[in-house]
Every structure is written in structure tokens, then in C-alpha cells.
């Protein structure tokens, strides 16, 4: 098991949620690691939901945006529920830039916060009936006699099953993505409460076949809920049918797919199939809930490992809110989704159904810089919506070194910043700095937060 100390604490804080206050720190050091854990994992559903109404207008989006923002800022007991929802929000990409309408975008944010920790087929069920992914993926016009096999595609391709295993084998066809896509049809928008419903005179009821010679192939009348809008059946829902699919290992495929994506986003990319296969059995054994799986992850002591901590990339959310709560900026997060939206995330408008292109193109040039001007924000006290108190920071009588080490240790960073680049730090607040002066406190001080902002290591994680 890897140590629980403050550098281990941060990690965990940092990965399963936007980083993290002092106090957090200390009290999830109290927890020890399998309470903290179980802590994070162990929320219900929440049904909350952002402002939106049936249309597209702008400040009606950033208004969701905002509330969304506030909400992953400041979550604390739900902090994993809001980075799951982030999370399934890349994996089931929706963009309001196609849907135009906030609304449904906000009901799917919804469904993603209460039922993201829970049964991964429930969850596929609610995405697959969703207004804002009906309109997306253009499962709306998918009808009997008249095909439309884009969410059939995808739903195989990027959010179930992966387009091969863990070997390369090919995991369907072109004739599975054809008979998936008659099994999905008849699924419509209320157009009054802008939900996702099933019209039975719009299914296709003839018999399909999918993944044909396999041992498990299904055939029949094969669909997704009966007319009073009930589940079918598991040996003739599709949904239920692509959870029994076996890569060319004769493994389950599914849980292999989602557990390499889930650490990819909270480790390191390409983990080897004996790290997978040591994440899934719990997953498996409990009826693929993800909260299992996320625990198996969290608990693992390999997430712990040096590569784990240097792996990828923040998202522009996770180094902004990462910055935020570790130095306990006070804001009303109305000026953040513009300051996302330079670092490259417009939160609820995901450039593909691929989703956001994740790792170092976070940190092309422009990007790269649109960090820095949030830094210099956030660092200067120039935009009135993000309070940063520089005198928290350092305390009259301190040494450079101790305030150096201070801001760098709130962020976490203090053990992977070379020596020489943290003696920079120390020299740019000179040989004896008087912390009681203010003109020192709003000058160095904040310069300092606005250096360690755009050290490469605040980057990664």
C-alpha cells in the first residue's frame, strides 16, 4: 500500500476532484486512504440542474456555464460526482453548438450527476434516450424502414465497447452497426419537456442479429424498452447485450474498455492489460458500478506511482480549479468560462463527438498562454471576480524559503520542482523580505503565485 501522507493526499484530491484547500488536506489525511476513498466514491445521485431554457441564447449558456463552474469549485463531500460528470460529459460528447438548446444540454448534465457513480448500463440507458444526444447523434430520426446508424456507431466505437480490444481484434462490423441501429429506433423528443422518449409505431420489430458466430451472439425482435417505456429483457436488449461482449482473451470487453479510459483520465495513458485486468474483478462482481471501479483505481498502488503523478495534462478546468482551491481564491465564477474557453474547454460545446482532444494540445502555444493571462489574473487581483489573499500566503518574520515553500507545497508541487528553479523563486523575493509591508505582499507576493502558476510542473499531474 502507498503511504498516506500529504503528497499522496493532494494526488488523490487533485485526480478525483479539482485539487484541494489545506483543510482538505488535513482531514482527509484523518480519513487514512481506503476512508478517504470510500468517502469520494460513496455519494448518491444528485439531481441537480443548471439554469437553461429551450433555446440557444448566449448569456442563457454562460449562465449554465457559470453554475456548473461554481459547483465544481466548490464541491466538497460531491467533488468526484462533479468530475465524473465532467468525465462522461467528454466520453457521451453533446454539443450545444448542435443541439441549440441549453435546456436539454442542462437535463443531460443532470442525468450525468446522478447516475454517473452508479450501474454503467443504467447510465448507457439514460444517455441513449437523452434529448440533447437524440439530437446530436440524430437517434430522433432513427425510424422503422429508415435507419440512422450514427448513435448505433458510436455507442459501440467510442462509448461501450472501443472499435478493438485490448489485442487489436476488431470488436463488430459494419453489419452489427446496421443492426444495432434498426434495434435503437423509435426513440423521439417531447418537444414540451424536452425529454427523450420511445414511440413503438417508430421501432423497427423484426429480427436482428448482432455479433453473428460469436458465443455472444443474439438474435431476434432485438430492442431497448417496451411501450411503457420498460427495459426489455436482457436476451433481447441491445444495451444489455453489449455488456456481455468478449474481447479475443474470451474477457468481458466492457469493463477492460472503461477502465482503461477512466485511468487514461485519472493516471497515465496506455496501461498494460495485467494493470486493467487488476482494476476490473470488483467492477465486474458488483454489476458494473462505477463506483467500484473508480475505488479499484483509487486504491491501487500504482496510481500512486511517480508516472501517475506526471502522466498527463490538466484540462483547463482542473488547473484552473486546481489554483483556486489550493490557494483559497474566493470567486464567483462569472469570469470563468470565458477564461476556459481561451484555454481551449467551452464547457457544454465539445469540439466532436470524439470529444475534447486531451494531453499536450491543452498546452499548444495559444493555449499555453491563455493559461498564463488567467495566472496573471488570478495572481495580480485585477479581475474583481477572483480574490486571491496574498497575506495567507506569508507571514511577517517568514524567510523566502518558507513562503516559497509554502505556495508551492498548497499546490502540491513542492517535491517535483527542481532545486534550481525553486532557489529562482526564493531570489525573486530577494534576500530579506519584509512580509509585514504591504507594498511586499502585493508585489512579490502576488508575482510569486503568478510564477509558480506557470511552473511546467502546476501543468501536469
Given at each position: 500500500?502507498?503511504?498516506?501522507?500529504?503528497?499522496?493526499?493532494?494526488?488523490?484530491?487533485?485526480?478525483?476532484?479539482?485539487?484541494?484547500?489545506?483543510?482538505?488536506?488535513?482531514?482527509?489525511?484523518?480519513?487514512?486512504?481506503?476512508?478517504?476513498?470510500?468517502?469520494?466514491?460513496?455519494?448518491?445521485?444528485?439531481?441537480?440542474?443548471?439554469?437553461?431554457?429551450?433555446?440557444?441564447?448566449?448569456?442563457?449558456?454562460?449562465?449554465?456555464?457559470?453554475?456548473?463552474?461554481?459547483?465544481?469549485?466548490?464541491?466538497?463531500?460531491?467533488?468526484?460526482?462533479?468530475?465524473?460528470?465532467?468525465?462522461?460529459?467528454?466520453?457521451?460528447?453533446?454539443?450545444?453548438?448542435?443541439?441549440?438548446?441549453?435546456?436539454?444540454?442542462?437535463?443531460?448534465?443532470?442525468?450525468?450527476?446522478?447516475?454517473?457513480?452508479?450501474?454503467?448500463?443504467?447510465?448507457?440507458?439514460?444517455?441513449?434516450?437523452?434529448?440533447?444526444?437524440?439530437?446530436?447523434?440524430?437517434?430522433n430520426l432513427n425510424k422503422v424502414g429508415k435507419p440512422n446508424e450514427n448513435y448505433a456507431?458510436?455507442?459501440?466505437?467510442?462509448?461501450?465497447?472501443?472499435?478493438?480490444?485490448?489485442?487489436?481484434?476488431?470488436?463488430?462490423?459494419?453489419?452489427?452497426?446496421?443492426?444495432?441501429?434498426?434495434?435503437?429506433?423509435?426513440?423521439?423528443?417531447?418537444?414540451?419537456?424536452?425529454?427523450?422518449?420511445?414511440?413503438?409505431?417508430?421501432?423497427?420489430?423484426?429480427?436482428?442479429?448482432?455479433?453473428?458466430?460469436?458465443?455472444?451472439?443474439?438474435?431476434?425482435?432485438?430492442?431497448?424498452v417496451d411501450a411503457a417505456q420498460a427495459p426489455l429483457p436482457a436476451a433481447r436488449n441491445?444495451?444489455?447485450?453489449?455488456?456481455?461482449?468478449?474481447?479475443?482473451?474470451?474477457?468481458?470487453?466492457?469493463?477492460?474498455?472503461?477502465?482503461?479510459?477512466?485511468?487514461?483520465?485519472?493516471?497515465?495513458?496506455?496501461?498494460?492489460?495485467?494493470?486493467?485486468?487488476?482494476?476490473?474483478?470488483?467492477?465486474?462482481?458488483?454489476?458494473?458500478?462505477?463506483?467500484?471501479?473508480?475505488?479499484?483505481?483509487?486504491?491501487?498502488?500504482?496510481?500512486?506511482?511517480?508516472?501517475?503523478?506526471?502522466?498527463?495534462?490538466?484540462?483547463?478546468?482542473?488547473?484552473?480549479?486546481?489554483?483556486?482551491?489550493?490557494?483559497?481564491?474566493?470567486?464567483?465564477?462569472?469570469?470563468?468560462?470565458?477564461?476556459?474557453?481561451?484555454?481551449?474547454?467551452?464547457?457544454?460545446?465539445?469540439?466532436?463527438?470524439?470529444?475534447?482532444?486531451?494531453?499536450?494540445?491543452?498546452?499548444?502555444?495559444?493555449?499555453?498562454?491563455?493559461?498564463?493571462?488567467?495566472?496573471?489574473?488570478?495572481?495580480?487581483?485585477?479581475?474583481?471576480?477572483?480574490?486571491?489573499?496574498?497575506?495567507?500566503?506569508?507571514?511577517?518574520?517568514?524567510?523566502?524559503?518558507?513562503?516559497?515553500?509554502?505556495?508551492?507545497?498548497?499546490?502540491?508541487?513542492?517535491?517535483?520542482?527542481?532545486?534550481?528553479?525553486?532557489?529562482?523563486?526564493?531570489?525573486?523575493?530577494?534576500?530579506?523580505?519584509?512580509?509585514?509591508?504591504?507594498?511586499?505582499?502585493?508585489?512579490?507576493?502576488?508575482?510569486?503565485?503568478?510564477?509558480?502558476?506557470?511552473?511546467?510542473?502546476?501543468?501536469?499531474?
Amino acid at each position: 500500500m502507498p503511504a498516506w501522507n500529504e503528497e499522496n493526499v493532494i494526488h488523490l484530491l487533485n485526480r478525483a476532484g479539482f485539487g484541494a484547500s489545506p483543510k482538505d488536506v488535513a482531514k482527509y489525511l484523518r480519513y487514512g486512504h481506503a476512508g478517504a476513498v470510500t468517502r469520494l466514491v460513496s455519494v448518491p445521485g444528485s439531481g441537480a440542474k443548471g439554469p437553461g431554457k429551450p433555446d440557444d441564447d448566449a448569456d442563457g449558456l454562460a449562465a449554465l456555464r457559470t453554475w456548473w463552474i461554481k459547483r465544481m469549485v466548490k464541491a466538497t463531500s460531491r467533488r468526484l460526482q462533479e468530475k465524473m460528470c465532467l468525465f462522461w460529459h467528454d466520453h457521451f460528447a453533446t454539443a450545444v453548438g448542435t443541439t441549440k438548446n441549453n435546456l436539454r444540454m442542462a437535463l443531460q448534465n443532470r442525468t450525468f450527476r446522478f447516475f454517473g457513480l452508479g450501474a454503467f448500463g443504467q447510465l448507457v440507458l439514460e444517455v441513449t434516450r437523452d434529448a440533447a444526444m437524440l439530437d446530436f447523434l440524430d437517434g430522433n430520426l432513427n425510424k422503422v424502414g429508415k435507419p440512422n446508424e450514427n448513435y448505433a456507431r458510436e455507442l459501440m466505437e467510442l462509448f461501450v465497447l472501443g472499435v478493438v480490444d485490448v489485442n487489436g481484434a476488431e470488436n463488430y462490423t459494419q453489419a452489427d452497426v446496421t443492426n444495432m441501429a434498426r434495434a435503437l429506433t423509435g426513440f423521439q423528443i417531447d418537444p414540451d419537456t424536452n425529454l427523450g422518449y420511445f414511440a413503438p409505431s417508430r421501432w423497427d420489430g423484426g429480427s436482428k442479429t448482432l455479433f453473428a458466430g460469436k458465443s455472444f451472439q443474439a438474435s431476434g425482435a432485438l430492442g431497448v424498452v417496451d411501450a411503457a417505456q420498460a427495459p426489455l429483457p436482457a436476451a433481447r436488449n441491445v444495451l444489455a447485450i453489449l455488456l456481455t461482449h468478449k474481447d479475443s482473451d474470451g474477457e468481458l470487453t466492457m469493463p477492460r474498455f472503461l477502465a482503461r479510459k477512466l485511468w487514461e483520465y485519472f493516471a497515465y495513458p496506455e496501461p498494460s492489460k495485467t494493470l486493467l485486468s487488476e482494476l476490473t474483478p470488483g467492477f465486474i462482481a458488483g454489476g458494473f458500478v462505477v463506483a467500484d471501479l473508480l475505488s479499484a483505481i483509487f486504491l491501487h498502488e500504482e496510481f500512486y506511482s511517480d508516472r501517475a503523478k506526471t502522466g498527463t495534462v490538466k484540462n483547463p478546468c482542473e488547473y484552473a480549479f486546481h489554483a483556486i482551491r489550493a490557494l483559497d481564491v474566493k470567486t464567483n465564477a462569472k469570469a470563468l468560462p470565458d477564461f476556459l474557453g481561451d484555454m481551449g474547454m467551452d464547457l457544454f460545446d465539445p469540439p466532436s463527438v470524439n470529444g475534447w482532444n486531451n494531453g499536450l494540445p491543452w498546452v499548444s502555444s495559444g493555449q499555453f498562454l491563455a493559461r498564463f493571462n488567467f495566472a496573471q489574473a488570478l495572481a495580480s487581483g485585477r479581475d474583481a471576480t477572483l480574490r486571491l489573499k496574498p497575506t495567507a500566503l506569508a507571514m511577517p518574520g517568514e524567510s523566502a524559503d518558507a513562503v516559497v515553500d509554502r505556495v508551492l507545497g498548497r499546490l502540491g508541487i513542492a517535491s517535483r520542482v527542481p532545486a534550481g528553479a525553486r532557489q529562482a523563486l526564493v531570489d525573486y523575493l530577494g534576500p530579506a523580505p519584509d512580509f509585514g509591508d504591504a507594498t511586499t505582499i502585493e508585489t512579490k507576493v502576488r508575482g510569486l503565485v503568478m510564477l509558480a502558476l506557470a511552473m511546467p510542473e502546476m501543468h501536469v499531474h
